[in-house]
């Protein structure tokens, strides 16, 4: 029965993202739906919460659904029609309210699931991808990639990180160096490490390059 309802749950996540070019495509939510479940095995989490988490974290986003966000409706009419159990939906959603980043006022989860579902979101953000995430998001935000006269601004709240427009460049210092010191598992912490590694070389070359210095 578990097994019916994630691939469910799949093909309404690929049909809810289709169009999207802001970096929270269908394959970034499978992406966190493989690395949550990487994580709750180790962490010894309970998977399915975890996977339906994972899976629906971003249908009811602010920034893709802002009429559904606070109250969740395409998560909750899809577990709904599931038949999963209202006490289920409540966790549910209590682990979608509490994965996103929001400066100085993001939440760490209550629950040993809602801390893996946040770890694989934002490892999603960090790397190879994340730096490929930053630029896709700024593109499509119309941002431009750089400017050295324009200053990051860190430890911002909730309020002032959504109203903020900046750089792609600084949004590395304004969240992507940051966030690894917020994983909450130890298996996170691991992947973190080598992926704040990997995106700090790629910082460095991209403003010796700007510099003239390579
Ligand atoms: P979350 O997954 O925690 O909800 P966001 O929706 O803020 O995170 O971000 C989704 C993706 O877009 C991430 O890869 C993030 O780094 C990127 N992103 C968000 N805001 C910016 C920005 N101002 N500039 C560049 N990339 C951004
Ligand atoms: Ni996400």
């Not at 309404?12 to 289709?18: D, E, G, I, L, R």
């Not at 009419?77 to 509490?98: P, W, Y």
Request: glycine content about 4%.
């Amino acid at each position: 029965m578990n097994e019916m309802i994630i691939k469910d749950a799949i093909e309404f996540v690929k049909n809810t993202f289709h169009d999207d070019y802001s970096g929270h495509d269908y394959f970034h939510t499978l992406r966190v739906y493989k690395m949550a479940t990487r994580i709750a095995e180790q962490e010894n989490a309970n998977l399915i919460i975890v996977q339906l988490a994972a899976l629906l974290h971003d249908v009811d986003d602010i920034k893709l659904s802002p009429k559904t966000y606070v109250n969740k409706n395409r998560a909750i009419d899809f577990l709904r029609k599931q038949g999963v159990s209202e006490a289920m939906i409540k966790t549910i959603c209590n682990i979608i309210t509490e994965v996103s980043f929001r400066g100085t006022d993001s939440t760490e989860p209550e629950t040993i699931e809602g801390k893996c579902v946040q770890d694989a979101d934002r490892l999603d953000a960090m790397g190879a991808i994340g730096i490929a995430r930053a630029f896709a998001y700024g593109g499509s935000h119309h941002r431009i990639m750089y400017d050295p006269e324009i200053k990051p601004i860190v430890n911002m709240n909730a309020t002032q990180y959504q109203s903020h427009v900046s750089t792609t460049i600084n949004h590395f210092y304004e969240k992507l160096f940051r966030i690894k010191e917020l994983m909450n598992t130890d298996t996170a912490k691991k992947i973190a490490e080598q992926r704040e590694d990997y995106m700090k070389i790629h910082i460095s070359e991209f403003l010796d390059e700007w510099d003239g210095i390579r």
